[in-house]
């Protein structure tokens, strides 16, 4: 599998589908979009990542405007879009670089034109070649983009039938579906979800000019409740029961069966009645609870609130993680029946289990953090994942912490080996220095300072930090040498300074060695000015 | 941790696509840390010169900076001795959704214009302000003597 992808591999001659691919990308991770959601300042992120930037700042990263994350809201028809992109990206990349390739090779047989299979080749060519650009025109106009080439070819079309109508389909995917959901008086597969079925069926007539067709059965009330903007999700508690868009399906044209308590279509209701359960056979083309259909569209799926964890104890902290596991569970179902419609098993699967609640707290934040980003975020996707699957990547998560922690704390080990073994050797120098600067001042100045009093702790490897023990042993060493040189103590001053402020490490270091150097160089004078006064005496 | 795949991509787009004047590879061993070299803008006292800098992807890339710093010995306002560069969206002004790539457009755009009254390194930044042909004389002949190779 490509699983790195990116908008350059696009040919240069197909540049609206660069410029697409592009555009449906975060800019965070620079992925195609996951569960799109527009902040205030209509950028577009992945709700997992920009969820994970506004934990730490909070602003757009964009545009910097101010927001946070009770300004989010789920951009169902972009998401929707990147979705099918995703589908169909990799086969479409195929054909078009086929279609690249093709174009080369024609071009070569077209100026050689001494093969009788390349003259072959080419006759097929223009065969697809009216097949195809029509399609090609539609998506690339999707794209915003206005000059298509008019060479563009895709051959191999009827290969790619299905992938290149999605692509297409989903582009005016809203407008569409919302004149189905209309039209539509009832259907025959019951409101399953957006199937792959109905999409090619009204597919193959896609080009846009072709007049609304009433025909296709899709299902009405999933419709509705699939277009159903859910950005209340949770951010805004009750929202008042607004007027429903009049585009979509009104939600009360589906009535409880008072039979079977199934969602049926009202003026079906009738018949549903007369038909099914009067006569004691279920009806098959709707088989969903009212209960459930209405609770899809509510704001059932409530969001994990954040913490605050600093006043939480570990206790306190560790219930909440037992509590997390017992609410995806509960979410599972609700989430389950709004998209993966139950694979039954979810609900029983986690019923039990709660997120592991071992650790100290820093872990337990962390993996509480991690958990209601992830959660959140399934939450904002039209295709959530099932729950196991976020405890899978829970799981992940912990393995990967656990990693990390002992990594960490084998490089700071080692990071303070080093240390410690460099500020020793660095202090036994210097106390050498020292001594020798201190022989060359009695020789120079006749007094012999008491090096006795300052004992120079430098026999014993250090254990503590080094910033912490260098300044005093630093100032100690040099004493004697402040009697030969004032910009020495000077440096020393301000070197003990910089050592008490540890961030300022690398200041440091550097003064450090200028004070190294200067006692040399003071050093090699004495050194000098003795061998000049030895003689006489 | 295992790479992120952004990283990765933007590797790769940096060894296939590099910008004008910037070149970045990434260490075989230690994919996280670039070896980055920057040509000096034209029209500025850079020009000329070769500038090598390093570039480091903390853990928390992109929801943190990546650390850039000058190896070569330049003169310039906002780049200290130490080669740690001034520069806001290395900082606070960081966003996720700046990558290698702007990052390092941005230094090379500070190369073209220095910025004294936003110091880093306060002697060059005074000698910028007071005479700023001066300065431009000497970060020439610096760029001469540390970064022609």
Redesign the interface.
Same mark, same amino acid.
């Given at each position: 599998m490509n699983? &790195?992808s /990116?908008p350059?591999d696009w040919p240069a001659e197909y540049a609206p589908l660069k410029d697409i691919d592009s555009h449906l990308r975060c @800019? &965070?991770? *620079?992925?195609l979009l996951r569960a799109a959601v527009m902040l205030q300042c209509h950028h577009n992120f992945c709700s997992e990542?920009i969820r994970?930037?506004l934990d *730490?700042e909070s602003?757009c @990263? +964009?545009c910097?405007v101010a927001t946070s994350t009770s300004q989010m809201r789920r951009n169902v028809a972009l998401d929707e879009i990147a979705n099918s992109f995703k589908d169909c990206r990799e086969s479409l990349l195929l054909t078009v670089k086929d279609a690249v390739q093709r174009k080369y090779s024609k071009q070569k047989a077209a100026t050689r034109a001494d093969s009788v299979e390349a003259d072959d080749h080419y006759s097929r060519q223009q065969k697809r070649r009216r097949t195809s650009t029509r399609i090609v025109r539609a998506s690339s106009n999707q794209g915003g983009s206005q000059d298509v080439n008019e060479d563009y070819d895709i051959p191999q079309l009827k290969q790619d039938d299905d992938e290149d109508e999605d692509f297409v389909m989903h582009s005016q995917g809203s407008a569409a579906a919302v004149q189905k959901g209309k039209n539509v008086p009832r259907s025959t597969s019951g409101p399953v979800l957006r199937s792959r079925a109905s999409r090619s069926q009204s597919g193959s007539t896609s080009s846009q000019d072709s007049p609304p067709v009433p025909a296709p059965v899709e299902p009405s009330p999933s419709t509705a409740s699939a277009q159903q903007p859910p950005s209340d999700l949770g951010t805004a508690p009750t929202p008042p029961t607004q007027p429903q868009p009049p585009s979509v399906q009104p939600k009360h044209s589906l009535v409880p069966c008072p039979v079977c308590s199934m969602a049926i279509p009202e003026p079906y209701s009738n018949t549903h009645l007369d038909k099914y359960c009067l006569a004691g056979t279920k009806d098959p083309a709707y088989s969903i609870p009212y209960d459930m259909i209405m609770e899809q569209t509510a704001p059932v799926i409530a969001l994990i609130p954040k913490l605050t964890y600093s006043v939480l104890n570990d206790k306190q902290l560790r219930k909440k993680l037992q509590v997390c596991g017992l609410r995806a569970s509960d979410h599972g179902v609700k989430l389950g029946s709004r998209i993966v419609r139950l694979t039954a098993s979810i609900s029983c699967a986690f019923q039990e289990l709660g997120l592991p609640s071992h650790g100290d707290k820093q872990q337990m934040m962390k993996r509480h953090a991690e958990y209601v980003t992830i959660f959140n975020a399934n939450c904002d996707a039209s295709r959530p994942r099932p729950v196991s699957e976020l405890m899978k990547a829970m799981d992940a998560w912990e393995r +990967?912490y656990e990693? /990390?922690i002992t990594a960490k704390e084998e490089a700071k080990q080692a990071q303070r080996r080093v240390q410690d073994q460099e500020q020793w050797r660095r202090k036994q120098e210097m106390a050498q220095q020292a001594k020798e600067a201190a022989l060359s001042a009695t020789l120079h100045t006749g007094v012999m300072p008491s090096t006795e009093n300052s004992p120079i702790p430098s026999n014993t490897p250090p254990t503590s930090h080094p910033s912490s023990q260098s300044a005093p042993s630093s100032s100690s060493t040099f004493v004697p040498a402040q009697a030969n040189n004032n910009d020495v103590a000077v440096a020393v001053a301000s070197a003990t300074a910089f050592a008490h402020a540890a961030k300022y490490a /690398?200041?440091y270091a550097?003064l450090m060695a200028d004070v190294r150097r200067r006692l040399d160089e003071d050093k090699a004078k004495t050194a000098t000015e003795n061998s000049k006064k030895s003689p006489v005496p | 941790m295992a790479l992120p795949k952004r990283i990765i991509k933007e590797t790769e787009r940096l060894m296939a696509d590099p910008a004008p004047g910037i070149s970045a590879t990434a260490h075989e061993d230690n994919l996280r840390y670039f070896d980055v070299i920057i040509a000096g803008p034209t029209q500025s006292p850079f020009e000329g010169g070769v500038f090598k800098l390093e570039l480091f992807l903390p853990e928390e890339y992109p929801m943190s900076p990546p650390k850039v710093r000058f190896l070569t010995k330049i003169y310039h306002p906002n780049i200290d001795k130490l080669g740690r560069i001034c520069l806001d969206i290395l900082k606070d002004k960081w966003s996720p959704a700046l990558q290698i790539r702007t990052v390092l457009l941005s230094v090379q755009a500070l190369l073209s214009s220095p910025n004294p009254d936003d110091p880093l390194a306060n002697d060059v930044a005074q000698h910028w302000k007071e005479n700023e042909n001066a300065a431009i004389q000497t970060a020439q002949e610096w760029t001469r003597k540390y970064a022609t190779a």
């Open positions: 699983d &790195i /990116d350059s @800019p &965070i991770c *620079k992925e990542c994970r930037h *730490k602003t @990263p +964009a910097r +990967a990693l /990390d /690398d200041e550097e | -």
